[in-house]
Structures are given as C-alpha cells and as structure tokens.
T-cell receptor
C-alpha cells in the first residue's frame, strides 16, 4: 500500500470556481503534512503546511483529519495561474517525506 | 526559504560514464535529500542525510552513492550511467519552522543517458 494516495485528476475548472483535493495517508504515526505545488518540468514548491486545527492562506484552505488519516486542500476563486499539479506530502516518524503522485489542476478561462 | 543550487541543470551523457550531480545549500540545513522523478510520476527517495558524515539509502539507491563531507554540499554519483537513469533528479533540504520540518527543493538536474 502506498504511503500517500491522491486522486490524479485531471481537474478542469473554470476561472472563479472552488475546487477541492483530497489525500489519504497510511501511517497513523505520521508527523507532519503539507501541500506542494509543482509546475510542469519544475521543482515542487511548498504551498502550505497543514496544521491539526486547519489553516488558511488567502484563497487556500487546508484541513487535516487524523482520525480518518485524510488531508484536504480547498482553492477558492480559482485563477489561471493556479493551474499546476498539487502534491500531498507526509513526513513520517523517521524524518522522511512521502509524496503522493499529485493531482493535476487546469483552470480554464 | 532555502537557497538550493543544483548543477548541471541539464546533462546528456553516454552509457557507462561516471557522473556526479552537485547540490549545495546556503542555509546551514542539516537534513538533505535526493529524489528521482519521471514525468507525471511521484518522487522517489534515493538517498538522504541528517548531517555531516551521515547518509542513508532510500527506495532507489542501489545504483548511486552520496557523500556528506560538508553541511552545505551533498553530491550524488552514478558510477556507470545507463539509459534507465534518464530522469529528473531533485535535491532538497529541510529546516524546522513553526512546529514542523519543511522541505525545499533545488531546480533539478534533467539527465539523459544515451
């Protein structure tokens, strides 16, 4: 079983739409949780860490459900520039980071 | 945010050659990582290091080696390049920020073995 599982999409949404991505992780002892953004042929860039109480950064909201081992990312008022692949990342107990395969988002004019 | 540098950015090389991919970071981070990523696929951990003289193997390490003689430098060596090594190689380092370790990536080396 993979450490981190994501729906690969693709998600094609119109500008201004709200879109949500989900992710599950297998190790209940996982320590930290993140969403990264990766543009085509570029390196992943940290979008936001995910805290137990949930957190928001502008149009982006991340939620963590430890009981269900589930992480989510909500993007409101989608912009063309949000088009990218979104990676769910989990840090294990040994300081290794585990990456999902990513969810592809295309925002359409 | 960390400043992480990788060289070369692109490399085309013949089968059987020995190559070293360079990675440096200027933020003094103890933890550094090498990942391999094929197009459209997830990142796979090759090697990681928790500090000077500390290196550990990841999932795909059997055909490469690393060294960590200085905190800022974490080179990856392929002793004999093969076409199956064609991929993107990403170096990362991590630091403790707020309440967790966050990981930052270099721009990557795109390797083609002919």
């Amino acid at each position: 079983r993979k450490e981190v599982e994501q729906d690969p999409g693709p998600f094609n949404v119109p500008e201004g739409a709200t879109v949500a991505f989900n992710c599950t992780y297998s190790n209940s002892a996982s320590q930290s949780f993140f969403w990264y953004r990766q543009d085509c042929r570029k390196e992943p860039k940290l979008l936001m860490s995910v805290y137990s109480s949930g957190n928001e950064d502008g149009r982006f909201t991340a939620q963590l459900n430890r009981a269900s081992q589930y992480i989510s990312l909500l993007i409101r008022d989608s912009k063309l520039s949000d088009s990218a692949t979104y990676l769910c990342v989990v840090r294990g107990t040994g300081n290794q980071f585990y990456f999902g395969t990513g969810t592809s988002l295309t925002v359409i004019p | 945010e960390a400043d992480i540098y990788q060289t070369p950015r692109y490399l085309v090389i013949g089968t059987g050659k020995k190559i070293t991919l360079e990675c440096s970071q200027t933020m003094g981070h103890d933890k550094m990582y090498w990942y391999q990523q094929d197009p459209g696929m997830e990142l796979h951990l090759i090697h990681y290091s928790y500090g000077v003289n500390s290196t550990e193997k990841g999932d795909l390490s059997s055909e490469s080696t690393v060294s960590r003689i200085r905190t800022e430098h974490f080179p990856l060596t392929l002793e004999s390049a093969r076409p199956s090594h064609t991929s993107q190689y990403l170096c990362a380092s991590s630091e403790y920020r707020a309440i967790t370790y966050e990981q930052y990536f270099g721009p990557g080396t795109r390797l083609t073995v002919t």
